[in-house]
Nanobody, 116 residues
Framework: QVTLVESGGGLVQPGGSLRLSCTPS????????MGWFRQAPGKQRELVAR???????NYADSVKGRFTISRDNAKNMVYLQMNSLKPEDTAVYYC??????????WGLGTQVTVSS
C-alpha cells in the first residue's frame, strides 16, 4: 500500500515559519497533481495548496501570500513553506497525490500548532 510520508510539523509562535515535506513510500504512477490539505478540530478538511504536473499552482485564499508549495522531482519531494503563521493555521496537515483527478493517496498527517 502506497502512502505519503510527511514531516516538519511542530509548535511555532504566531508570525513564525515552518516547512513541511512529503515523499511517497513507493513511486506513484500517473500523478497529475500533489497537494496539501489541513483539518482543524471541528472543521472539514480543506485544500491548502495544489501543484499540478504542469506546475500550475493554486492556494486557498486564507494562505495566499504566506504559503508556498513546491516540488523537487529529483528528490521526489513536495514541500509547503509556511510563513507568517497565525493561530488559525493550527491543524493537522496532510500531503496527498492526485491520480485521474481523484485525491487517491494520503499521508497520516503532521500536526502544526501556532500558539504563543
Amino acid at each position: 500500500q502506497v502512502t505519503l510520508v510527511e514531516s516538519g510539523g511542530g509548535l511555532v509562535q504566531p508570525g513564525g515559519s515552518l516547512r513541511l515535506s512529503c515523499t511517497p513510500s513507493q513511486p506513484i504512477l500517473s500523478i497529475d497533481a500533489m497537494g496539501w490539505f489541513r483539518q482543524a478540530p471541528g472543521k472539514q478538511r480543506e485544500l491548502v495548496a495544489r501543484i499540478k504536473i504542469t506546475d500550475s499552482i493554486n492556494y486557498a485564499d486564507s494562505v495566499k501570500g504566506r504559503f508556498t508549495i513546491s516540488r523537487d522531482n529529483a528528490k521526489n519531494m513536495v514541500y509547503l513553506q509556511m510563513n507568517s503563521l497565525k493561530p488559525e493555521d493550527t491543524a493537522v496537515y496532510y500531503c496527498t497525490a492526485r491520480v485521474s483527478s481523484v485525491w487517491s493517496y494520503w499521508g497520516l498527517g503532521t500536526q502544526v500548532t501556532v500558539s504563543s
